[in-house]
Nanobody, 125 residues
Framework: QGQPVESGGGSVQTGGSLSLSCADS????????MGWFRQVPGKEREGIGF????????HYADDLKGRVAISLDNDKTTVYLQLNDLKPEDSAMYYC??????????????????WGQGTQVTVSS
């Protein structure tokens, strides 16, 4: 209990879209923001974007703007990631993470308290 749970990964063709979900799996504590990250072997975990749960304000990585959308469901228990126009370089393990308290959130993986197990996305050309 408490660890976010991602779902929705798999294989997608170039130019397609992916939709991932992250559920709070019964977590009852405070959530300040939820972030999405991705990582390929041998590289640092990369921030995709995050959303403040109180205001639904989102912030995206500059190089993904225009292709990415992060949203919350109405009861704030599930966060979604939509990534469009997929490229082979989007292949990665995708993670969601929870930051329990403020005063800020960021695209850095540091500062997030709870991580999901990840879901693999593979984009084929």
């Amino acid at each position: 209990q408490g660890q976010p749970v991602e779902s929705g990964g798999g294989s997608v063709q170039t130019g397609g879209s992916l939709s991932l979900s992250c559920a709070d799996s019964g977590y009852t504590g405070k959530t300040y923001c939820m972030g999405w990250f991705r990582q390929v072997p041998g590289k640092e975990r990369e921030g995709i974007g995050f959303i403040y749960t109180a205001t639904d304000t989102v912030h995206y990585a500059d190089d993904l703007k225009g292709r990415v959308a992060i949203s919350l469901d109405n009861d704030k228990t599930t966060v979604y990631l939509q990534l469009n126009d997929l490229k082979p370089e989007d292949s990665a393990m995708y993670y969601c993470a929870r930051r329990r308290s403020g005063p800020w959130c960021s695209l850095s993986h540091a500062g997030y308290h709870d991580w999901g197990q990840g879901t693999q996305v593979t984009v084929s050309s």
